[in-house]
């Protein structure tokens, strides 16, 4: 019996010595669950540094090995044990979903003994990669860039080494654009010249982004787009930039927003992290307030709902111009060419003078992503129940729309005369057609929310993921055949 207890006192310590030294060590705690990654994150990712893709499958990440060991991380940060394909090492790696489509992790060099608390201390002291979805979810652009806004901005020069000041002149603006299609941005930013330095001689830039994702983090709201860069250079180059992704860094003080780009496609700043002030381009932007919807048409000119628009000579929008007239409400209407186009959409301003037939008032049109003001000019004949219409051109000042040269009776932009169209939904049905389409596509995305990860989608991105894995083992399976190969015929050669 004494011999027992001795047996079992023994066993109790070497029980709680075995309990203290996972602590004692600072290992991470360990999960007995199956190693194995989010199902939100298998799929094919950007990683920004390198301009290369990798796939996240299951219970592997990328080239850089396949998972053997989940930790206890943090609400935020999610941490693995990863063990080499390719030789015998192991990495740590934490990783923290900042949106649907942007990862970011720290990962360890690979090291051959599998010291869990080394290894992810090693990891610790590394600097963040980023990672993008390659085919993003469907994303929405923070609020607060929302509309229009003035800006200034400063540049870095790398042939300088320094920001050229005062950027922006004679006009730079951001603004929300109205998507027709998936395809479409969602925001444009257009910069003027700067006046000094190599960047004088851009005459204009514009840049049209996708928002793919943002997060808020010490105060800073960060955004990741993806879109087009052109450039206009004297005396009369043009560059284009491609589809790119671009990190930016914003803050705001009440009355102006602090948004910086970074360098490159990741977000690093100039001597470190990415803050509003330390981008490639900082801007300083102010709200501007537009005038939409501010007043109302007529009886007579919103009376008939549809009209048929027939040019007269002389017009300089003639030829390509728009051949009908809808009104949607009593202060908006559109414009449509009636070859399946999208139609062009007007609200009502500002009235400067009216009468019983006579109307002039100060329009806004948002084509698609650059805000306008028009004039316009109606008269109407109650004889023949047509109405003569004199169509300013687009300036962005709404001061400036009614007077020359945006308003030119001997330059006219549009003169037309508007004939009743038949055959017209009345306009309740209309908008019923219209509450009908969104109560569906509103059913549509809650009943897409409720599938589960086996949706068609999800299973090919996982199946595209593990493609371009067994793609990149396939190449790195030939790099290594053929580097073997050469080894073998200068080893044949030095025994000749």
């Not at 051949?323 to 414009?335: E, G, V």
Request: aromatic residues 8%; contains cysteine; glycine residues 8%.
């Amino acid at each position: 019996l004494t011999t027992m207890s001795g047996i079992g006192q023994k066993i109790s310590v070497l029980g709680f010595s075995m309990l203290i030294l996972p602590i004692a060590l600072g290992v991470p705690a360990r999960n007995s669950q199956t190693c194995s990654f989010p199902s939100t994150w298998l799929d094919i990712w950007l990683e920004p540094g390198s301009n290369t893709t990798v796939s996240i499958l299951h219970n592997s990440f990328a080239e850089k090995g396949g998972c053997v060991l989940k930790l206890e991380g943090t609400k935020d940060i999610k941490s693995f044990i990863l063990r080499s394909s390719r030789k015998t090492c192991f990495r740590c790696v934490h990783i923290q979903e900042l949106h649907s489509n942007v990862l970011r992790y720290k990962m360890s060099e690979c090291n051959v003994q599998r010291h869990v608390a080394r290894l992810c201390g090693a990891a610790d002291v590394q600097p963040f990669s980023y990672l993008y979805r390659d085919s993003p979810l469907d994303s929405s652009c923070p609020p607060i860039l929302s509309g229009s806004h003035s800006l200034q901005y400063s540049e870095y020069s790398p042939t300088s080494d320094h920001y050229s000041q005062d950027c922006g002149e004679p006009r730079s603006e951001s603004n929300t654009c109205r998507q027709r299609s998936k395809d479409d941005p969602q925001l444009s930013i257009n910069y003027g010249n700067c006046p000094s330095g190599t960047l004088v001689h851009r005459t204009s830039m514009t840049q049209t982004l996708t928002c793919v994702g943002s997060w808020q983090e010490e105060g800073v709201l960060y955004m990741v787009g993806r879109g087009e860069v052109w450039e206009y250079w004297e005396p009369g180059d043009y560059k284009n930039s491609g589809n790119s992704y671009i990190c930016m860094a914003l803050e705001t003080d009440g009355l102006k927003l602090y948004l910086s780009q970074g360098f490159g496609s990741g977000c690093d700043g100039l001597g470190g992290r990415l803050t509003p002030y330390n981008g490639l381009r900082n801007l300083v932007m102010e709200k501007r307030f537009r005038l939409e919807e501010s007043c109302q048409f007529p009886d007579w000119l919103v009376g008939p709902q549809k009209w048929q628009i027939i040019p007269q000579s002389g017009s300089s929008f003639a030829r390509s111009g728009p051949k009908d007239l809808l009104f949607n409400s009593a202060s908006s209407f559109q414009m449509s060419s009636g070859d399946g186009g999208f139609p062009q959409e007007f609200s009502c301003s500002k009235r400067l003078k009216e009468s019983s037939t006579e109307l002039q008032v100060q329009i806004f049109s948002q084509s698609q992503c650059l805000g306008e003001y028009h004039c316009l000019h109606a008269k109407f004949s109650p004889n023949s129940n047509t109405v003569t219409i004199h169509l300013g051109a687009p300036t962005p000042h709404i001061e400036h729309s009614c007077v020359p040269p945006s308003f030119d009776e001997f330059v006219p932009y549009l003169k037309a005369t508007l004939v009743p169209s038949g055959g017209v939904l009345p306009v309740l049905e209309r908008f019923q057609g219209r509450d009908e389409k969104i109560v569906e596509s509103s059913t549509t995305e809650e009943y897409s929310q409720v599938l589960s990860s086996g949706t068609v989608e999800a299973i090919e991105r996982n199946t595209l993921s593990q493609i371009h894995s067994y793609h990149n083992r396939f190449m790195q399976e030939v790099e290594m055949a053929v580097q073997e190969m050469a080894r073998k015929l200068k080893k044949c050669k030095t025994k000749k």
